[in-house]
């Protein structure tokens, strides 16, 4: 007997951003956590002029349009169509359900979803600390942050996580990726993050980003390096 | 006599049965809550809106005695010992986004697929970005008035920044939908939040009118003005506690 054979639709992913790790880094892990290849398409930034002609080009082209202008987008090619998303926690949310990191029912997935609105608020307090000071005044600034503030902020977040390395449900999720990057990839002062998350007690929390560090080390080993 | 007495022991019997509605925590003001309180109208999803009292005090300045006593007993840990909070059946999520998408998820109100789901949380995001650019000016140096935040309003309005924003909010509606929808023929937590921004967002409607003109946005327009006259809408509105903020 002939078999039928099943034609399954592949999906293209394209990611558009800055050559930087930034707020495209948490979709980047989760593509490789999945196993799912996709374009890693990065505009270039000159560090020392800010000029980022490709991207102001794309953006005159209206290629960004459904992100106000901004990056990241990401491009889905299915099946003929072409669709696109903006906003980059969007974009990590879509990719999460896709992959199956957004919990196993409504109430994981919004707790999910919760997590990640905290850990963005952690981060925003952070940022707001040493936003418009510049050399000496802006490393004292992120020193203060992570000496006084840090520590409450991952008090708090510590009460609401799971252990063993999983913030929700016992399984791999997205709010463990936002909590790698907080704990170990976004703030340059490494030394300094590591006594804040010492100084909390925040042991599960350390644990889950380890957690997220060894399961996406393949990635993390050959990722372009970058400022930021 | 024989018909009411079934019928009030049916009714008795179906209170007992109906599981609780979940219930919104948060001040006695709009804030950060209104938008999820909109939504439940709008998905038509009952829910209990409670409120912590805020007292205004002499000499300036408000006092929230039981959110304060409420918050020692740990009773927002979940929300990282913030307001609002949701409670659905003694779990509680915190994060007014996260509750959004969940009662949005909940009503039916999150688009017609997975990725139209995700369209409507991107033009979400872009409605809660242009609301955060508003939040910074409004709350420049606190609750007072200065040079500096009149400079700043006034170039958010007369000076076209919000214009700037629509422009490129109607930009990134896409181009297939219907008229008077963001996303798609139904209406989405999308819609509501452009209704939300324009029209329950600024003080001054004229204002936003004529930002709404000099955008040219007609799409977002159409979507407030078809929001505005639903009638879940339009009775939440009159029937709402009015409140300073």
């Known amino acids: 007997p002939t078999q039928k054979r099943n034609r399954k639709i592949m999906t293209e992913y394209t990611l558009k951003y800055f050559d930087i790790r930034g707020l495209a880094e948490t979709s980047r892990i989760l593509f490789a956590l999945s196993g799912t290849p996709f374009t890693d398409f990065r505009f270039p930034i000159d560090f020392t002029t800010w000029a980022m002609v490709e991207k102001k080009n794309a953006e005159a082209n209206g290629e960004l349009d459904i992100n106000m202008g901004k990056v990241p987008v990401l491009v889905i090619r299915e099946g003929g169509v072409t669709k696109e998303l903006g906003q980059s926690r969007t974009i990590d949310r879509y990719l ?17 979803d919760m997590l990640g609105e905290h850990v963005r608020d952690i981060y925003q307090k952070y940022s707001e600390a040493k936003a418009n000071k510049k050399g000496e005044e802006e490393v004292a600034a992120k020193t203060k942050f992570l000496t006084e503030e840090m520590p409450k902020w991952l008090s708090k977040l510590e009460k609401l996580v799971g252990s063993g390395g ?5 399984r791999r999720s997205l709010s463990d990726v936002n909590i790698f990057i907080l704990l170990l990839d976004a703030i340059d002062d490494k030394a300094g993050m590591s006594v804040a998350v010492t100084a909390a007690n925040a042991t ?3 644990a889950i980003a380890d957690s997220v560090a060894a399961d996406a080390k393949t990635w993390l080993d050959s990722r372009p390096v970058t400022i930021y | 006599m024989m018909m009411s007495t079934i019928v009030l022991f049916l009714a008795g019997l179906s209170v007992v049965v109906a599981t ?9 003001a709009r804030g950060a809550a209104e938008l999820s309180r909109v939504l439940f109208k709008v998905g038509d999803l009952e829910f209990e809106d409670f409120r912590y009292p805020i007292v205004t005090k002499e000499g300036g300045g408000f006092e929230t005695s039981e959110f304060s006593a409420a918050k020692s007993k740990n009773e927002f840990a979940a929300n990282m010992d913030r307001v609002p909070l949701l409670e659905i059946n003694g779990q509680k999520i915190g994060q007014s986004k996260a509750i959004e998408r969940y009662i949005a998820n ?12 995700a369209i409507v949380d991107c033009i979400t995001e872009n ?12 709350m420049m140096g606190g609750f007072g008035n200065s040079p500096e935040k009149e400079a700043a309003m006034s170039k958010w309005f007369n000076g076209g920044e919000l214009s700037e924003w629509l422009v490129k909010l109607e930009k990134s509606l896409p181009n297939s939908s219907s008229e008077g929808f963001a996303v798609g023929s139904k209406t989405s937590y ?20 004529e930002a709404e003109k000099k955008a040219k946005c007609q799409k977002l327009t159409k979507i ?17 506690p009015k409140t300073v903020f």
Do not use: Q
């Open chain 2, 224 to 240: 407030a003005t078809r929001l505005s006259d639903l009638p879940a809408i339009k009775n939440w509105i009159k029937s709402r």
């Open chain 1, 96 to 112: 999460a359900k896709k992959f199956g990191f957004m919990g196993t029912n409504e109430f994981e997935s919004a707790t999910i």
């Open chain 1, 166 to 170: 999983f913030s929700v449900g016992g």
């Open chain 2, 20 to 28: 609780t509605s979940p219930k919104l925590i948060y001040f006695d």
């Open chain 2, 127 to 138: 409605v809660r970005d242009i609301k955060d650019k508003w939040g910074k000016i409004r």
């Open chain 1, 204 to 206: 599960k929390l350390n």
């Open chain 2, 106 to 117: 909940k009503c039916g109100l999150m688009g017609a697929d997975d990725v139209d789901r």
């Open chain 2, 190 to 209: 999308a819609d509501v939040s452009i209704w939300h921004l324009l029209r329950d967002t600024f003080p001054d409607a004229t204002v936003v009118s």
